[in-house]
């Protein structure tokens, strides 16, 4: 079996997006025979309105969400957590996307590039030695200063690993100690690194000591960098959520396109440092949202 697997929990607007990502793999047509989606959340009311032939829901408490996280609190330790108790529960490909995953192609296909020796992952953000952004320089400093305590603890990353986007990680459920390796390595480097992507750097990390890392942008949009996105989902849910059918919501998926939308937004991200004050100077705005129409 397959197993599309979520965690989305807390905030609204998490919540929401993840109800949007479901209806952009349903817009593709979705195997149920082949293909479940399984949601770890505090709230499985919010997901009332989707199938629940599809469906099956991992129930987190406080208790145990504040315990994912572990003794330093660090929320994205929690999808470890949650990854380790999945593969203990499900037998078969896991494919964990985060919810802030738009579906550009149907899932199935995505399946068949797991197998025991070959993962999946979002995106290669580049090797941290090359200190692109002042992030990978943080980390590949902490690395070379760190290279002994690093060894003591059996994590022998090189100054060239490549940083893997961690919004869909994709692995067979057999792979139990490599899983345990990342949460061994998170902690390990958490203790002393306090870092929001080292949970990022422990999968990438560990997936490519254990074989070949596959890109997944073919198949999904992942909008990590589009918070402004938030505010039209919910205007997308308050219009449809109590009086739209399924089918109604999942056709006007489209009508709100993340991928689309966020144009503007990544080519002025793209402008130079002056090109940037040039528009700021002549009073033009940053960027603006195109245009879009919901329930049309």
Excluded at 50 to 67: G, H, K, N, R, W
Excluded at 92 to 102: F, K, T, W
Excluded at 178 to 190: E, K, Q, R, S, Y
Excluded at 201 to 219: I, P, R, W
Aim: charged share 25%; glycine share 4%.
């Amino acid at each position: 079996m397959n197993y599309l697997v979520y965690q989305s929990y807390g905030n609204k607007d998490i919540l929401n997006e993840c109800c949007y990502s479901i209806l952009s793999l349903l817009k593709h047509g979705l195997n149920k025979k082949a293909v479940q989606v399984i949601i770890y959340t505090d709230q499985p009311g919010c997901f009332s309105f989707l199938p629940s032939e599809y469906i099956q829901f991992v129930v987190m408490d406080a208790i145990t969400i504040e315990a994912y996280k572990g003794p330093h609190s660090f929320i994205h330790r929690l999808k470890i957590k949650v990854l380790e108790d999945c593969i203990n529960r499900f037998d078969g490909n896991i494919l964990y996307v985060d919810s802030d995953i738009y579906f550009l192609k149907p899932v199935d296909d995505l399946f068949t590039h797991i197998t025991e020796h070959s993962f999946l992952m979002c995106n290669n953000e580049g090797a941290i030695h090359l200190k692109t952004n002042i992030v990978f320089d943080k980390f590949s400093v902490f690395i070379k200063k760190n290279k002994t305590y690093l060894e003591e603890n059996t994590i022998l990353i090189p100054q060239d690993v490549i940083m893997w986007n961690a919004g869909v990680i994709g692995f067979p459920s057999s792979k139990k100690k490599m899983i345990a390796d990342v949460l061994n390595t998170n902690d390990i480097i958490f203790e002393k690194f306090r870092s929001h992507v080292v949970e990022q750097l422990s999968f990438s990390y560990q997936l490519q000591q254990n074989g070949m890392v596959q890109k997944s942008t073919d198949y999904v949009f992942h909008y990590w960098n589009f918070k402004e996105f938030r505010a039209i989902l919910l205007e997308f849910f308050n219009h449809h959520r109590d009086k739209s059918s399924l089918e109604t919501m999942i056709q006007d998926v489209d009508s709100i396109r993340p991928d689309l939308l966020i144009k503007p937004k990544m080519e002025y991200e793209s402008l130079s440092f002056f090109r940037k004050n040039l528009r700021k100077l002549y009073g033009k705005n940053r960027w603006q949202l195109p245009a879009y129409t919901i329930g049309k």
